[in-house]
């Protein structure tokens, strides 16, 4: 009874009830395990720390161009960040069910996949945000400076580009990781190749020519290159409107694909009784 | 692959940032103009110590999440033995880590250079020692709280934080490299550098291995006191098991 009234409220609604669920469940589970959120306050400004300080061997000891530098490298840290989730958070999401042995219950649910998904990336999502602002202020007052932003606006389009494709991404790396299980292997590879070649940490003019190819075919390359000309008015690589214009383009076809694989893949999974093989 | 994929992230980021003149300004800061091998063996050594403390501190909540811990404690085997046969394997692993990613490494930058990577493999097997000490303290550690990633990933990260696995702690707060003195990795990244970019001996560096002897001695003690009595506390209140 309760299900047929369920299944008889209108679809946006009931989007957003499967979302607030799925995100209230995710936001259980992580205030479950309070060593989770002291783990990420006290090792995401420890790895911007450690890299940082490798950094400044070098760099010049002019103070201008250290903190032009410091700024461009901590919009990257926020770029790993973001992209971390996209990773361990959407594309591990399933494994993660698997692995419990909960991914029968969470499928049976009269629930959109995706929205029980994307329910989970909007928690990662926001403890990302409070990971990124507490690290912003403590640099502050460790005397870091003032991180500029000087196009507010841009930035947030660019950003909710960046984000569309990475939900994208991190179903076609949820689907993924359903069929080929071995899930640390690839999450690393990708997330190293990612940091490397999509000029996160450093302009993708630094990585000499012919591998630098590799980092233009990459569409983040390009929402980064966004982000940061937004925040810190670097020049982009292409003229502004012609990447922005591929950026809502590519941001779409990545959701679509990534939504349309992971459910063939799901498909396929059910039909050879493979969905819950560790 | 994490140290070369390190090193290159870091030298990535360090050319974009001091330019054409990022080697200079790096060899003025650290001594050397080789950055691969002085970020190499920082990072291998830095992997090589996250590996132990990780698989010795959380091997036995492996035991406890299959339900075979109990066992292991029941059987007629003294404690320090069962963690030492847990550290006997990471030795072979963490030998094949720095064999391969310093070994590989000098063998393109400096191949006559045999004499000084046996000296840092010796110099490495010797500061393992210490490290199983952490190891042990985070087995009772991981027993009483469970949560054994998180943990290790934080300890792990303020080890390469203060050990100076990418730069010489010297650039560091005075107060950190206090921190910085008490860390076997200190000794061991520092002697590594010595020996194998500045042509010294293990002979001639011998105050800072009598203090890695030392730390040798003082961790595995410590490490297994604290282990002990983790171990008690939780079989009193009934914790060993518990999810």
Redesign the interface.
Known sequence: MLLVNYLSIDVPRRLAEEFKAAFMKDFRSYIRYPAWLVGDLVSTPLWFFFFAVGVTLFAPTTQTSEYHGFSFFFFGFIFIVLFSTTIWGVGQSVRNEQMAGTLEQFFLAPANRLTLIIGRWARIFLTDLLVVGYTTILLYLFGGGPLPLYEPAHFTFALGLFEVASIGFGLLFAGLTMKLKSYNTLSNLVFFGYMILTGALFPVTVIPMPYRYVSLAIPFTYFIDLMRHAALLTPTIFPENLEYVSAVIVAVAMLLVGSATFNWIERDARARGSIATN | ??PF?FT???F????????G???L??AT??GTSNVLVY?MLGGAVWMTSWVVVEDVGVALRDEQMKGTLEQNFLAPVNRFTLLIGISLTDIAITTAIFLVVVGATLAFTMPGAYLAFFQAFLLLLLGLVPLFGLGFFFSGFVIK?K?PY??T??VN??F??LTG???PVT??PYWVQFLSGVLPQTYVISNMRQIILANQTLVNLYGSIFILLALAIVYPTLGYLVFKKLEKDASVTGELSKY
């Open positions: 692959m994490l994929l290159m992230l870091i990535g980021m360090g050319r974009f940032i001091g330019g003149n990022a080697a300004n790096f800061r650290t970020e709280f949560e998180i943990f990933q934080m990260l303020i390469g934080t696995t990418y730069y650039i560091l």
